[in-house]
């Protein structure tokens, strides 16, 4: 029992419900039938810290220093007509703390998320549910969709995830001889979306759902992501800018501009709403090296990199680039690779044109896609009250980097201020009851950046970024759950650096993430200090 001592010494308490897991309980776990469409096809026992070796084509881990758990994989059909199956696996640690945690998936990507069921859910002693969406294929394959594969879409849409959770209590409960007391979700980028679809169509599914960088408006998202490529495609057109000029061009003189507006020199913005960065003062003078410098052409490249996407007919579209990112925006959407998941979003889900191309989207293929919402991905309903009304009472936290690459922070600012609107016009109900956003200053797509970006979610631990402690002061994941069993409500989340984010090199410094609207201030000390910051 001596994980259940520690979990609960670092604030993950452990629940009414808990139950005992064994290596002769997995080897006979045989239940049969199962609903939801679900057939069992293996069942293994890992001891604790032995090795654990599993990979598919999107996910894998290889690590000997886990708890004992059972692995128990699924078959599901989705639908019986066509003949559509998913893949599921459930982790079942031996000592389960009596909760149940899904974990999403990235991108187009088709693979059950093995890496954080056993970097996130079985080391905190989830039990852990993950599926591969009704496909294989890695983050940026789509030919799997299509053409005309519409069962593939819907099952990677919402419907393959929708069916493994079901499927997944309910091992659960007859593994343990008891279901779990709460069930949770934790998911970033197409996991965001996910855990933002269950939130509005399935609200019964989970108590709480943590998202971080929801891919949420897939048909906007998609389109803005191809816009990007265009403002500086193809590499000979004159828009184009370098990877070192972005560098080291770019980046230094974005700091020189705005790094210390909020108080402090430290290579991050901490609102990059406040600096109004002018790429004018880059211009090229008569006789300067060109890679020193910028031509109008990239200069008109770079304002409508750093702007909203509206459509001629002024449809918003989606967010813009924000300081602070731009030594990973040539690796994002606007260097010389072409992003793949917008183009074979495009040409397998919406126009089913295997030979589409980035110059072929316009406007009349962004309202089709509209028309279409492929396999009813979209998750941008506002209207929340099903699932954070007294009848549910579910709670949900979501963040995003500042400085990511992928989606724009404009469009998790988007998506909570529309629900905070239909809140207020249509409920008696306050946002902060049941939804909070956190902005990460410096933070890339879901982890990585220079930033106070170890905080507990998904691609961090597995990125060598693990939580300085699994307490709700520092663990998002362990701040839901306080909220949903406890109902403190986290104002902050205390995220740490590493030193060239890796945990081996040591803690570098340590930031609060504050919670939306408010952002973060530093009030005089050591700069490496959360003691030394406020949010305000």
């Given at each position: ?438 902005l990460v200053p410096g933070m890339n797509h879901c982890h990585g950046g220079f930033a106070a970006n170890a905080f507990g979610s998904v691609e961090q631990a597995s990125n060598n970024n693990p939580p300085i402690s699994f307490d709700p002061e520092h663990n998002i994941l ?59």
């Open positions: 029992m001596a994980l259940y001592t520690s979990l609960a010494l670092l604030g993950l308490a452990i629940g009414a419900g808990a139950r005992v897991g064994s290596r002769e309980a997995c080897a006979s776990f045989a239940p049969r039938p199962l609903a939801h469409g679900a057939a069992l096809t293996g069942v293994t026992h890992y001891a604790a810290q032995s090795p654990v070796n599993i990979s598919n084509v999107y996910s894998s881990i290889d690590v000997s220093n886990l708890p004992a758990f059972c692995r128990v994989e699924l078959v599901i059909t989705t639908n019986a007509t066509a003949g559509s199956t998913a893949l599921t696996e459930v982790w079942l640690p031996d000592d389960w703390n009596g909760r149940v945690l899904t974990v999403g998936n990235g991108g187009l990507a088709g693979g059950v998320t093995v890496t954080e069921l056993g970097h996130v859910a079985v080391p905190q002693g989830f039990a852990g549910i993950s599926t591969n969406t009704g496909h294989d294929g890695t983050t940026d394959d789509g030919d799997w969709a299509g053409p005309h594969n519409d069962n593939a879409i819907v099952d990677w849409g919402w419907r393959a995830l929708h069916l493994s959770v079901l499927a997944g209590k309910e091992i659960v409960e007859r593994y343990y001889g008891t279901s779990a007391n709460t069930s949770y979700y934790l998911g970033c980028s197409t996991g965001g979306r996910q855990g933002l679809k269950e939130v509005q169509d399935f609200p019964d599914d989970f108590d709480g759902v943590v998202v971080g960088s929801p891919a949420n408006w897939q048909t906007h998202l998609q389109a803005w992501s191809i816009h990007m490529n265009l403002n500086t495609q193809p590499s000979t057109s004159p828009n184009f800018i370098t990877e070192d000029m972005w560098n080291n061009v770019l980046a230094p003189e974005v700091m020189r501009q705005c790094d210390a507006l909020d108080g402090l020199t430290d290579g991050i913005i901490n609102d990059p709403r406040m600096c109004s960065f002018r790429p004018e003062t880059l211009t090229c003078r008569p006789g300067q090296n060109a890679s020193t410098c910028l031509t109008a052409s990239q200069i008109n490249a770079l304002h409508r990199i750093y702007a909203d996407y509206y459509e001629a007919d002024q449809t918003y579209v989606f967010g813009g680039y924000y300081p602070g990112g731009e030594t990973e925006y040539y690796k994002g959407l606007v260097g010389k690779k072409q992003f793949d998941i917008g183009k074979n979003y495009f040409g397998f889900m919406v126009l089913n044109d295997t030979d589409f191309k980035i110059h072929d989207y316009d406007a009349k293929v962004l309202a089709k896609a509209d028309k279409i919402n492929p396999g009813q991905a979209n998750a941008i309903n506002t209207n929340l009250t099903a699932f954070a009304g007294p009848s549910h009472n579910g709670k949900l936290l979501q963040y995003v980097g500042w400085a990511d690459q992928l989606i724009s922070p404009g469009n998790s600012i988007h998506y909570y201020e529309t629900v905070h609107q239909f809140t207020l016009a249509n409920t008696t109900m306050d946002i902060d009851d049941y939804y909070r956003l956190f362990a701040a839901m759950v306080r909220w949903v069993e406890e109902g403190v409500a986290p104002d902050t989340i205390l995220a740490a650096n590493y030193k060239d984010n890796d945990a081996a090199n040591g803690v570098s410094f340590t930031r609060p993430l504050c919670r939306y609207p408010s952002t973060i201030r530093y009030r005089g000390g050591d700069p490496n200090s959360a003691d030394s910051f406020e949010c305000a």
